[in-house]
């Protein structure tokens, strides 16, 4: 498949401090790119250097094949950039800002596809356009980057964090622009550290800790990691003995264990055997893959809390 974004050994250091270790990271054509980690990872910083905003240390780092930081000016032609903290012009309107970002991506005022699809993207998004920017609301400001974005198509959509400042149903409004885009044949790289967000819109993701990639790969690549929770009503009695049981408890009736997601189907003819009632079987949830790489410093928060 080809290459959109491509980094081997990516190294970015502030003096003394390591914001990236080492990164190796590929998004292909077509995906919609994962990119998890808390704050602090070296995602912010890696999405700097994609762009040609920041000029890495060491290691290789190539969009559509060529250098962000030396063809900077050719690669933001194809890019829409949405970062996660947007700041407006304070005298200009909602709408006078939108064109103004979208001209630098070659959008003109009198383009009639250009004003259709910003119309129409003000509406979904409920956004008033006719405000001052000095008004606007962290939300609505946000808006402002994201309507940019999408009223002009363009094949590589980096987003930072795209979602905050957010209520749930215009989160909801993104996803449905991000779906339409990638099925225009758009790829996207999406940082974010809401777990829910990453698991429902994106195909591919790539966990980062510490300035390097801990795992990557398609959800049901990184799901056979972890296990798979079980738990069914039983009657009186001991728990019965199940095949590759993990942390087998009975509380209430309700027998619970987990099992290695690999090994759930042998498990299936022996629950069927004892004719098990409410059975639930809930595979492991991108949180839980990255509480398996994070738990400990998790753990440590909480002992300093």
């Known amino acids: 498949m080809t290459e959109i974004v491509r980094t081997r050994d990516l190294t970015k250091r502030y003096g003394r401090v390591a ?8 998004v ?8 998890l980690g808390p704050n602090g990872a070296g995602k912010s910083t890696t999405i700097r250097i994609l762009l040609g905003l920041a000029r890495r240390t060491a290691g290789e ?23 996660g903290d947007v700041s407006v012009w304070p005298n200009l309107t909602g709408a006078e800002a939108i064109d103004f970002l979208s001209r630098l991506r070659g ?8 004003r259709a699809a910003k119309d129409r993207l003000c509406e979904v998004f409920q956004f008033d356009p006719r405000k001052k ?5 962290k939300g609505n400001r946000q808006k402002v980057a994201l309507i940019a974005a ?18 749930p149903l215009m989160e909801l409004v993104f996803r449905s622009e991000l779906q339409r885009v990638r099925g225009a044949g758009a790829t996207v790289l999406l940082s974010s550290h809401i777990l829910p967000e990453v698991e429902q819109v994106c195909d591919h993701v790539s966990i980062i800790r510490a300035g390097r990639i801990v795992e990557t790969g398609t959800l ?3 799901r056979h990691l972890t296990r798979t929770s079980v738990s069914f009503t039983a009657g009186a009695g001991s728990p019965p003995s199940i095949p590759g049981a993990h942390d087998l408890e009975s509380d209430g009736g309700r027998v619970r264990f987990s099992l290695d997601s690999d090994r759930v189907t042998e498990a299936l003819p022996e629950l069927a055997r004892l004719g098990v009632e409410g059975l639930r079987i809930e595979p492991p949830s991108l949180e839980d893959l990255f509480l398996r790489h994070y738990g400990d410093d998790v753990s440590a928060g909480r002992e300093h809390s």
């Open 19 to 26: 914001a990236l270790d080492g990164l190796d990271l590929t």
């Open 28 to 35: 292909t054509a077509g995906q919609v790119h994962g990119f």
């Open 61 to 83: 780092a190539v969009v559509f094949g060529g250098d962000p930081w030396r063809d900077a000016s050719a690669l933001h032609r194809r890019i829409a950039y949405v970062p």
């Open 107 to 114: 959008a003109g005022r009198r383009d009639e596809r250009y």
């Open 133 to 137: 920017g000095r008004t606007y609301s």
């Open 150 to 167: 999408f009223a002009v198509p363009a094949d590589l959509y980096i987003f930072d964090e795209p979602t905050s400042g957010l209520d």
């Open 220 to 222: 049901a690549e990184l």
